[in-house]
């Protein structure tokens, strides 16, 4: 007679069979850097909810939303927000789509950088100019976000009728980038724990917020109002103009989601996962940042009042009216802990951008930027971003004005970087040629083209004028803050690229 296997003895089996399959999927994830040419220098710890959660926190659509619904509010008022929202998620969702064709055939950190220099290798200064923009922006990017922490803290502070002053706000958003730099420095595995949180937390919050407005604002809008009602405080009279201004919230909320592909040395079976995060994080903040924008549009009490508002942040003057003063600040801590979260993970992006560059000879002190401590972090890359980002900060205590343009700046950079794989895509369709598990087929150059118009208009709307007449108070400076960066990334091409930027250095 056969004894039946002991509970302990088949779970023991169960454990071995899928230490065995995790094995073979790194094994695999290895073998495709390898053919890359990269040796595999991370230990491979996150899994898709890692990835995926790496570009919700990177998008961050509740903290995204919060920041820039004035700039919808303002320029089309509720209906350019509501429609703006589909019409915008739905063309990032196809940059999101060839995002992942390229990502799934090239599952390595360095993201838009890697994929432009591997499709374009006979234009090595296409490359750079890409990777240092990116890098750029996504440290600048970081920097507005914990900015923008501390604003709601202050907002916070706010309530309880005490005003801080730029220096206190200022001091605070050092703080938050030292903390940022802290946890990135930690490694992959705590990265990996907070983007998974990051998911609950957007869900959980998201939950939070639509309840408390919808349940405590004293007057309900109509239907009507939020899907129809036009504002325009912007002084331009034509209606269309405005709603396309109204557009950048949507564009500037849903930015981040190529974010997973900085991960991807760090994944297991990264050609797949990669891209399904990084499409899966568009889907999901579509369809969350619906549910948390028809709640602001049905418990906005008076848009005047947010416009004319004196708390740090335009949003908390919304939450004030429609909640009261204690939930207000409840909604405004939801927001700040989303806000941070999503920090950390544009740090996380920079470093291994910098780590990408260095290992290409595309960013000096090689050695020391592709140096990984105990925890598995680019330490160097960390706390260059942190560096760069007190001292951009130290540009909000001299003039709002001036910073704003650099955080503007920020958002332009990243769409200017989505523009490089694109164009390759359209007009050298053939580059790619070795694709992953991820692929659009024949729909492939239609999504890239329809991408690539929209960045395009995107890109114009980001410098125009936002208010009319304009003066110098009200002048969009972004365009000069844009200038500026191009001008260092020219002046580093030919200080250090054309040098010893030859295109990608393989390491095996």
């Not at 991807?264 to 940042?289: F, K, M, Q, T, Y």
């Amino acid at each position: 007679m056969v004894k039946p296997e002991r509970p302990d003895s088949i779970s023991s089996t169960k454990e071995a069979i899928g230490a065995k399959e995790e094995a073979h999927d790194v094994a695999v994830s290895d073998q495709r850097l390898l053919d890359l040419g990269y040796k595999p220098e991370f230990r491979r710890e996150m899994s898709l909810f890692g990835v995926l959660g790496i570009s919700f926190c990177a998008i961050g659509i509740l903290n995204g939303m919060s920041s820039a619904i004035q700039t919808g509010l303002f320029s089309g008022g509720p209906l350019g927000l509501f429609w703006g929202w589909h019409i915008c998620s739905f063309f990032m969702f196809l940059i999101a789509l060839s995002f992942g064709e390229i990502c799934s055939a090239y599952p390595t950190m360095g993201g838009l950088y890697f994929w432009v220099c591997r499709m374009k290798p006979d234009v090595p200064i296409l490359g750079f100019f890409t990777g240092w923009l990116y890098s750029m922006a996504m440290v600048f990017t970081g920097v507005s976000a914990n900015l923008s922490a501390a604003l709601y803290i202050a907002s916070m502070i706010e309530v309880e009728q005490r005003t801080l002053e730029r220096i206190e706000i200022a001091a605070i958003a050092w703080a938050l980038n030292i903390f940022s730099g802290i946890i990135n420095t930690i490694g992959t595995k705590a990265i990996g724990h907070m983007s998974s949180l990051f998911v609950w937390w957007t869900l959980g919050g998201t939950v939070f917020l639509v309840v408390s407005l919808l349940v405590k604002a004293p007057v309900k809008n109509s239907a009507g109002f939020a899907f129809t009602n036009f504002q325009n405080f912007t002084g331009w009279e034509s209606k269309g103009f405005v709603v396309l201004l109204g557009f950048l919230q949507a564009v500037y909320t849903l930015e981040g989601c190529e974010t997973a592909a900085q991960v991807a040395e760090e994944a297991v079976r990264a050609e797949i996962l990669a891209p399904l995060a990084v499409v899966g994080s568009i889907v999901g903040s579509w369809l969350i940042g619906l549910a948390y924008l028809l709640s602001l549009l049905f418990a906005v009490q008076d848009i005047a009042s947010v416009q004319a508002t004196t708390f740090a942040i335009p949003i908390a003057q919304l939450f004030y009216d429609a909640v009261g003063p204690r939930l207000t600040q409840a909604c405004l801590l939801v927001v700040m802990i989303s806000q941070v979260m999503a920090a950390i993970t544009t740090f996380t992006a920079s470093s291994r951008l910098f780590y990408a560059l260095a290992r290409d000879d595309a960013f000096p002190l090689k050695k020391q930027f592709m140096t990984l401590n105990r925890f598995q972090a680019p330490y160097w890359g960390v706390w260059t971003s942190v560096l760069i980002g007190c001292l951009i900060s130290c540009a909000y205590i001299a003039s709002a004005i001036a910073f704003n343009a650099m955080m503007s700046s920020a958002a332009i950079a990243v769409m200017l970087s989505y523009l490089q794989p694109i164009i390759i895509r359209v007009f050298w369709p053939e580059s790619l040629q070795d694709f992953g598990p991820f692929r659009l087929g024949r729909w492939s150059w239609a999504v890239n083209f329809a991408s690539f118009l929209f960045i395009i208009l995107v890109c114009v709307l980001f410098v125009l004028p936002t208010a009319y007449p304009v003066d110098v108070f009200n002048m969009n400076y972004a365009i000069v803050a844009v200038g500026g960066l191009l001008v260092i990334v020219t002046i580093n091409w030919f200080w250090w690229g054309r040098h010893r930027f030859k295109g990608l250095v393989k390491t095996v």
